[in-house]
């Protein structure tokens, strides 16, 4: 690990490209991706990271403590949050799940529901449940599981916006969250008509589980185990609430609380002999969590979700700003073509680590989670980023196939493969071939650089690419489904409008130059506020130069009118001299040189 307090003098190290955090250092996405490192061996890399004096081994100690416990609560307060969202839209995301009636509307439900429960994980597991069961066929459950894919990045981009208050910082963070969202979008939007027409993964996994005979098994608990212990005494979200939901079942049948008359708040007395809602007791303890009311309404467990989420936000933030201190520190003064050196690994190497990091931790949200900062800092290189969210994709998928196991049915089985098949093809299509593989990169650059001219713009992308267009496609949807010829004909005219406006759009950014009239619109926005923050930090400043300003003149005012005729007289009389003298001596200086000239 390389430490900053290395001095530059040592012989076990050459520093001779620009280093990192000195000036000149660039670390955004243009410069960050061209510095050379064909001439920097891994002696040097080795010579670099592990030629240290006691003392920086010391350093080196603790700043990789203090990096494992910012990095352990930056989980926890992704697990928070997590619990938080599923409690606080458990009811209403469990509800979408029923509305499975057309491809286009089971792409977006997967998509809305991801987003609502902040991980794919928890959508894939409850579909394949669900297909299990038989509440949900097998092709809309997998193309609900194709949604999930698309709404499973949403937590690292929130996540990259913790890193505003630096722009080249937000810029790669930012890209480094959304190369993710590019590649599940441009895969959708390439194996979702092929599955429509062709039902390509449906046919071919039938035909891989026809003879599957499930042996029985759980679910492992990956990094849940360190995690779950602080969690589950504050909040524990209870799935079968929104399983029961999408069945056709109602939350009102969960309320109010009861747990039995014994007194006693316990996993026994409330969930066995007694009734919970959306937050349940823990199994495994048998304890009830702080946030679990014996006689809660689902108004009260729905605003206790609400708090862990924002509590999960704010732990979240605390312990991004710290991890990202951390590193910068340990990494300043570090030879940047070292650290591209010793993070240049080989693109199908990187997937197979993101695959089992993931495969550990049992969430790809936070493995892209944890990346996205070390993306923003330098550490790891946008096209380093790319093929290890590849993996964590594959890696995600092992949650939906537990879960299938567990189920212990050949249906759910097949939705599961089908989501390990569909991100297998979308890596085949985006990845090997080098142009294909610069088009989600390239995509992503693009909204990083966004980001740098408007630091509102992560919000806008949010707002839009995850809930404003999936709830207009899903309305547009709804509408050819309707057994009235009315609504199928309004169908048809919000699509062509849409499609016209659509193609407009493009027209105008591509044929009109609006990339760069949106560039003027969002630097000048930036400019705005910019300034408006400056002022707001020197307005008090500048009132207190202004009085004292005015206290001078008014003071300079009171003593000329204090002065008499004859005292004013004699103080214009002697300014004139002055003025008199000094320009006598200009002239004088002036012309020296020339009378010096005139007499050689």
Request: aromatic letters at 8%; charged letters at 15%; hydrophobic letters at 45%.
């Amino acid at each position: 690990m390389i430490d900053h307090n290395l001095t530059k003098d040592r012989e076990c190290r050459k520093m001779s490209s620009v280093q990192h955090g000195e000036k000149g250092h660039n670390n955004n996405l243009t410069g960050g991706d061209e510095v050379d490192i064909s001439d920097t061996t891994w002696s040097e890399v080795f010579r670099t990271c592990f030629c240290h004096s006691p003392k920086e081994w010391a350093m080196i100690s603790v700043n990789m403590s203090l990096v494992l416990f910012f990095l352990y609560w930056f989980i926890f307060a992704l697990d928070l949050l997590g619990e938080g969202a599923q409690v606080l839209t458990g009811c209403v995301a469990g509800g979408l799940f029923g509305e499975n009636t057309n491809p286009v509307a089971s792409l977006i439900i997967g998509v809305l529901a991801t987003a609502l429960f902040q991980s794919s994980s928890t959508t894939s597991s409850i579909v394949v449940s669900l297909v299990g069961a038989g509440s949900i066929p097998v092709e809309p459950g997998i193309y609900m599981i194709m949604g999930a894919n698309i709404g499973t990045s949403v937590t690292n981009t929130i996540v990259a916006m913790g890193q505003m208050g630096n722009g080249d910082e937000l810029e790669c963070a930012f890209a480094g969250a959304t190369v993710h969202d590019m590649f599940n979008f441009l895969s959708v939007l390439v194996l979702f008509p092929i599955e429509v027409i062709t039902s390509m993964l449906a046919a071919m996994t039938s035909a891989m589980v026809k003879d599957w005979a499930p042996s029985g098994g759980s679910k492992s608990g990956g990094i849940s185990t360190i995690i779950d212990p602080i969690t589950n005494r504050i909040i524990i979200r209870n799935r079968s609430v929104i399983i029961n939901v999408a069945e056709g079942g109602t939350c009102e049948a969960f309320y109010p609380t009861e747990c039995n008359p014994s007194g006693t708040r316990t996993f026994q007395a409330c969930n066995t002999d007694g009734r919970v809602g959306l937050i349940q007791c823990d199994r495994s303890t048998g304890k009830c969590p702080i946030f679990f009311t014996e006689g809660a309404s689902e108004h009260d467990d729905v605003s206790s979700g609400g708090i862990a989420l924002l509590l999960g936000i704010i732990f979240l933030v605390i312990c991004l700003l710290g991890l990202v201190m951390v590193l910068k520190r340990m990494l300043l003064g570090a030879s940047t073509r070292i650290i591209k050196k010793a993070t240049a690994i080989n693109g199908y190497v990187s997937m197979l680590v993101g695959c089992g990091i993931t495969m550990a931790v049992q969430s790809s949200t936070i493995t892209t989670s944890v990346l996205t900062p070390l993306v923003g800092v330098g550490l790891v290189s946008l096209d380093d980023m790319f093929p290890l969210t590849l993996g964590a994709n594959i890696g995600t998928t092992i949650t939906g196939i537990l879960a299938a196991v567990v189920s212990g049915t050949p249906t759910s089985m097949q939705v599961a493969l089908a989501h390990f098949f569909f991100n297998i093809f979308g890596i085949i299509i985006w990845y090997p071939v080098p142009l294909m593989r610069r088009v989600p990169i390239a995509m992503a650059k693009a909204l990083g650089r966004y980001t740098r001219w408007w630091r509102g713009f992560p919000l806008i992308y949010l707002g839009v690419a995850f809930f404003c267009l999936p709830l207009l496609l899903l309305g547009i949807s709804n509408l050819f489904i309707s057994d009235l010829a009315a609504f199928v004909a309004l169908g048809v005219v919000v699509l062509i409008v849409f499609i016209v406006l659509l193609a407009k759009a493009l027209w105008w950014w591509f044929k009109k130059d609006g990339e760069a009239k949106i560039e003027v619109c969002f630097r000048a926005r930036q400019h705005a506020k910019d300034v408006h923050s400056r002022l707001v930090h020197e307005w008090d400043p500048l009132v207190n130069s202004v009085k004292a300003l005015k206290e001078h003149v008014r003071l300079e005012e009171e003593q000329l009118t204090t002065k008499s005729p004859d005292v004013e007289k004699d103080d214009k009389d002697e300014t004139e001299e002055q003025f008199v003298n000094v320009s006598m001596e200009v002239v004088s200086k002036e012309s020296a040189p020339m009378i010096s000239v005139t007499s050689v």
